[in-house]
């Protein structure tokens, strides 16, 4: 059995076939899904995806990336929600100092929300660090209070053991398939089992057999299987370990 920790499942990419995405999840053993939003806009959808599916859990926020679509309200529309909505977490939201163009202050202001929020709520948090890993080990340690994940982590040695130390996870998906990702392998091989998620963040970041294609949830097993040969575990060992992670971190049900 095995959790997607992070998957866009909402996404329009999936509109066209998403009951068959799910059929194939399903039968590849991804028995359940963390959907996180982006946006505001894209709240309802998601609650309505994840009522109608077994399996699917909601994650609210505001990605750094959709900087342009937010607006200071929707932080108080975020926490209203929370207190109607079951969620599993509050996200993706985060920094990214990778794209052009994204307002760094008001980046921060937004994330810096979320985490108290998510702390308000005692909510994990989903968090998005692209080129922004210390500025985001800064963020969590002044807040502080807070738990969760840091999704498709690419940062360094150091880095991931100071998240380790304020209890977060780090999400493991397609890059760590690829050959060149030498750094992000040699962490995976060795960190400490109980910090370890598994994601395909579908329908991005497809693994090394599938590099430009459409992602989806099923090949969640071709992450598993590069883990389990990294750390020398069995398939099944490596699916029961990081999906009682995933399941502890969200309090999902049904996974005693």
Known sequence: MLIDSHCHLDAPEFDGDRDAVIARARAAGVMAQVIPAVAASGWPKLSALCASHEGLHPAYGLHPMFLAEHRDEHVDALRALLTTERAVAVGECGLDFHVPGLDEARQRCFFEAQLRIAREFDLPVIVHARKAVDAVISALRDIGGLRGVVHSFSGS???AEQLWKLGFCL???G???YDRAQRLRRIVATMPIEFLLLETDAPDQPDAF???E???PSRLTVVRDCVAEL???SLDALADATSRNAALLFTLPDFD
């Open 210 to 212: 599938h590099r430009g």
């Open 231 to 233: 750390r020398g575990m």
């Open 214 to 216: 459409r992602n989806e």
């Open 175 to 177: 890059p760590v398939t």
């Open 171 to 173: 999400g493991i998906g």
């Open 157 to 159: 040695e150091q880095q």
